[in-house]
């Protein structure tokens, strides 16, 4: 097995996968007589098709060395994962190399971090690092098939620098 080691998420590292949903230094505008700050519009969510929708998904916790064996991609929409607890997640993405995956690289979030896949970039499962692993999911809701899945030949470990 190859060993892939997690990095920290950052907004610049990841631009090409999604966004990384997380406080600026300053709201956008303050709401709610000013005790509110709001940041605003942080993710570039894309639906072909279909409406957007709000799910809740409650993941065991993982941990680590990890094994990767699978990862995913939706054509049809972006996926926006939102932890309601404030834990760290892994999240694996791997470029598109010709219609499959490419070499994987695996983030591990802050607490208040969130993420929104751009539609069609390859990805790990939902993987929480503790409990509890609740996450409000905003993806395409519609028809057809918005699922592609691909099993690597041989599984990838994902540890911890």
């Not at 983030?107 to 993420?115: H, M, N």
Request: with cysteine.
């Amino acid at each position: 097995m190859t060993t892939i080691f997690t990095q920290p998420l950052t907004a610049e590292v990841f631009a090409s996968f999604g966004d990384v949903l997380e406080l600026k230094p300053d709201p956008d505008k303050l709401i709610n007589q000013g005790l509110c700050g709001r940041h605003h519009d942080l993710a570039d969510m894309d639906f072909h098709g279909g409406r957007a929708g709000v799910s809740l998904f409650d993941a065991q916790p993982r941990s680590f060395p990890y094994t990767l064996d699978l990862v995913e991609r939706h054509p049809d929409g972006s996926q926006a994962f939102i932890p309601m607890s404030q834990t760290s997640f892994l999240v694996i993405v791997a470029p598109d190399d010709g219609g499959k995956p490419g070499r994987p690289l695996a983030f591990e979030t802050t607490p208040g971090q969130a993420i929104n896949l751009h539609r069609g970039i390859w990805h790990g499962v939902l993987t929480p690092l503790a409990a509890p692993g609740l996450f409000a999911v905003v993806d395409r809701i519609g028809d057809g098939d918005n699922l592609e899945e691909y099993w690597f030949d041989t599984a990838y470990t994902v540890s911890r620098p």
